[in-house]
Structure formats: C-alpha cells, structure tokens
C-alpha cells in the first residue's frame, strides 16, 4: 500500500444546513498541494478568510469543535473532517458560504459517498506521520474521561462510552485501521438525550436538529403535552414517547452506533493536530472538550520532539548537486555556498553545506579559534531559500533572487570546520509579486545553529 500522500481528484459540493446555528450553508471540498493539510475558507466573508485545521484555533466545544480564526468561525468541523482522514485524504480545501458545515444526515457517510465518487490522486511526497514513541495521555476525574495516545504502527481507535442509561449500555467500538472506516463508522449518526434537548435550544443550539440528522434518545416516557412541545421542537409530527426508547423510526445501524459516533468524532477532533497519526488511541467516555485536550497534548509533543528536525540520506541522489544549483543560483567560489539540494516540495526546501578547513575566510576570522562567520551562515540559509524561490517560478534561470529583509535572527552555537549545515526554509505564505516570505533553520546534528525570518525578491533579468 502506498503512503504517499492524497488529495481529491476534482471538488465535489454539498448542500444542508448547521446542526447548531440552523444556517443554510453550500460548502465544496477542493483539492490541495502537499503538505496542506485542511483549511476552511468562508467565502461569504469578504476576502474569503481562511480557518486552518489547527487545535490552536478551538473556541468551544459545547457541542460540537469549533474554530476561529482571521475573524471568523467555522461551528461543526469534526463529520467532514473524519470523513477525510478516514478516506486516506491528506490535504484539502473546504470552501463554504455560511459559519456551520452542513449535517446532512448526521453522520460522515454522504461526505466519504463524494469522496469515494470523485476518487483520490497520490502525490509527489510521503504522508507527513507523526509516530507516537511513548505514551501521551488526558485525563480528567471531574469529568470522568481518560484518553491516551500509545504507540502503535498503524492508526487503530478504541472508544467506551457510559451515560447510565437504561436504553444505551456500556458500550465499546473499535477501528482496527483506516480501511474499515468506509463501512464500520461513517455511517454512525450523532444523538442526543431526549432531557438535553429544550436545554441545548435555550443555549441557542441544535437550531437545525430534528429525527433526520440525530438518533433521539428517551430515558422516559412523557405525556402528550411534552410530545407535542418535542414535535414542535424537532420538526416532527406526532412524536411518541410512551416509554424508553429510541424515536427515530429508522433503526440504529450498529446495536453500539452511538460509540462508533464517537470514534467518528474522535477522529475529526484529532485532525486538528496537523498531520496523520500512528497510534492507538484509547478513549473512555470521550468528548469534544477532551478529544482536543489530547490533541493538545499530542501536538506539544510533536514540538517538543526531534522529528521534525530535517534529514537527509547523505548516500541518496539529491535533488540538485553543486553543479545543478550553480545553473540558477549566480554565485561562484567563494561564495557559492550551497553544496546541495535534498528536498523540494514547493513549500519548503533542504540544503546540505559542509564546512571545511579550506575555505578561504578562516585565513582572517578568528585564525586561531576557527568559527564560521554568521553573516556566510545567513548567506547560506538564503541560498537555499533562493532555490525554493526560484524553482517556483518554473523558470529560474529568467530570475535573480535578491535577499530584502532579515528579521528575528539569533545564533545558537558556533559552527567550526568539520561540521555539516543542514538547512531549512519553509514559506510563510504563497509568493505574490515575486515577494517570498520565509523561515529558515539551520542544524548540526540535532542542535539548532540558527533560526530568521527572511524576505526575498524575484526580479526578471533584462
């Protein structure tokens, strides 16, 4: 099985409206570039503000996850975005004209339908998997919830649910592996107890609720008065509560569906880390609120882990060697600082430079204490954003790259001759006008050298 990474093969629409703000709502799901992961885009805002798929950018989750950012928010993001991740689907764009995903039937099953319709391509890069190493864990005594994230080779969920109720038993789900989630969880809908309902409407929720996009659950029967407020409420004729039960007329889907939702919706929350996972996560009594304290968690791990340091193969064939970067970089010895590429994805770029006794500035820098000298170590890290920069115009060799700005640099250890640079920059955001934004870090071994902002312009030559 492949691992490279997905997008959709062309976009595919929905239509509906928010579970919680009853708001009539188009949404389109369009493919993405590698390593973009999902952005929500409201394009009934004016300059259409995006919303990145990030658990920085959680406000509530009440009753559902939602996000803000740039000045707006995007309420029920979990259904559309387990339907992605349990379809393989790794970067996306979801563009809607109202503040709610729409529900639809309340589970992920019409969204993994399209996604299964349009089908997939795979893209030139891996999948970006964060490996849980050691255990990662959330727990809460006065909420009664315990999450863990343990180490596991594959993505596997296990979810228990408890409410004491005399309709819904304890209950177990499990997905063993993406694979099965198609036919296993997407078609599990969302519930809600029939004594939560009038609270959830005064709380200005569950305005686009009724028996066709949630499982309603009755602990108790009611009289015909209290019905006939439910019906009202809901949507629905006639409504019958003479005793516990489910009162939907269409039967649950799984004898546990209400714990397969809950995975369902673990899954979404856990998107909001920012890349795929290999884990198994086990959740008892899983909520919103809990499921995106683990992906907090999660996601402190991943910064506070050497993983993202980049690597290379110093044996694998790079990208470009010191020939090829000397074909639309202008500089020559002795400043042609960059021995070579090893990785362009079009948002980031790797470069590799070994330092060296023979280089001519350690004649006159410190001859008796040889340091490489921070300003060539800048020049460096520019280097390799200029190939980043130049290769995005599909024409480098039409363009000189000119470094603009430097902002935020500090330097953290001396690099001495022996030492080999590795180098990263990474967009800030899309180049426009010929103007690049970018990070740059550069490490020996494991440890950070030096990290700045940078500014670079493209200029045609004449």
């Given at each position: 099985m492949s691992d490279k990474q997905r997008t959709l093969k062309e976009k595919i629409n929905f239509s509906g409206i928010g579970l919680h703000t009853g708001a009539k709502v188009n949404m389109t799901i369009l493919p993405a570039p590698v390593n973009h992961w999902f952005v929500f885009k409201r394009t009934d805002v004016d300059g259409n503000p995006t919303v990145n798929a990030d658990v920085a950018n959680v406000i509530d989750t009440s009753r559902g996850t939602v996000l803000q950012q740039n000045g707006v928010k995007i309420h029920t993001t979990e259904h559309v975005l387990s339907a992605l991740v349990g379809m393989g689907i790794d970067n996306a764009i979801i563009e809607l004209d109202g503040p709610e995903i729409p529900i639809l039937d309340g589970s992920?099953?019409?969204?993994?339908?399209?996604?299964?319709?349009?089908?997939?391509?795979e893209q030139n890069l891996?999948?970006?998997?964060?490996?849980v190493e050691e255990a990662i864990e959330y727990s809460s005594e006065e909420k009664n919830v315990e999450l863990a994230a343990l180490p596991f080779n594959d993505y596997r969920l296990t979810v228990m649910v408890d409410y004491n109720s005399k309709v819904i038993a304890s209950q177990h789900a499990i997905l063993h592996n993406l694979e099965n989630y198609k036919e296993k969880i997407s078609p599990c809908r969302t519930f809600v107890f029939v004594h939560e309902i009038e609270q959830l409407f005064k709380n200005g929720l569950i305005k686009g609720g009724d028996l066709n996009n949630a499982i309603v659950i009755s602990e108790d029967g009611v009289d015909e008065e209290r019905a006939a407020y439910l019906s009202k409420l809901l949507s629905k004729d006639n409504i019958q509560v003479s005793k516990p039960g489910i009162l939907n007329q269409e039967p649950l889907k799984f004898n546990n569906e209400p714990a397969r939702h809950k995975l369902l919706d673990l899954i979404g929350d856990l998107a909001l880390v920012g890349r795929p996972l290999k884990a198994h996560i086990l959740a008892a009594r899983p909520g919103h609120a809990a499921n995106v304290e683990l992906a907090k968690a999660i996601k402190k791990s991943i910064e506070q882990s050497n993983e993202n340091l980049p690597q290379y193969d110093a044996e694998a064939e790079p990208i470009f060697?010191?020939?090829?970067?000397?074909?639309?970089?202008?500089?020559?010895?002795?400043?042609?600082?960059v021995d070579k590429i090893v990785s362009l994805d079009g948002t980031s770029v790797v470069g590799i430079k070994n330092v060296t006794i023979n280089e001519p500035h350690f004649t006159g820098h410190f001859p008796d204490n040889p340091v490489f000298p921070g300003v060539l170590l800048l020049?460096?890290?520019?280097?390799?954003?200029?190939?980043?920069v130049l290769t995005s115009t599909g024409e480098p060799e039409k363009y000189w790259p000119y470094l603009v700005g430097i902002d935020n640099c500090r330097f953290y250890k001396n690099i001495l001759?022996?030492?080999?640079l590795v180098m990263k920059c990474t967009l800030l955001a899309p180049i426009r006008m010929g103007v690049a934004k970018m990070h740059g870090d550069a490490y020996v071994g494991k440890k950070r050298v030096?990290?700045?902002d940078m500014t670079a312009r493209l200029v045609k030559k004449s």
């Open positions: 992920a099953q019409l969204f993994v339908a399209e996604i299964e319709k349009v089908g997939y391509v891996n999948k970006n998997y964060f490996v060697n010191v020939t090829q970067i000397a074909n639309f970089l202008p500089h020559r010895y002795p400043f042609q600082l020049e460096a890290i520019a280097q390799t954003g200029g190939v980043l001759p022996g030492d080999s030096c990290s700045v």
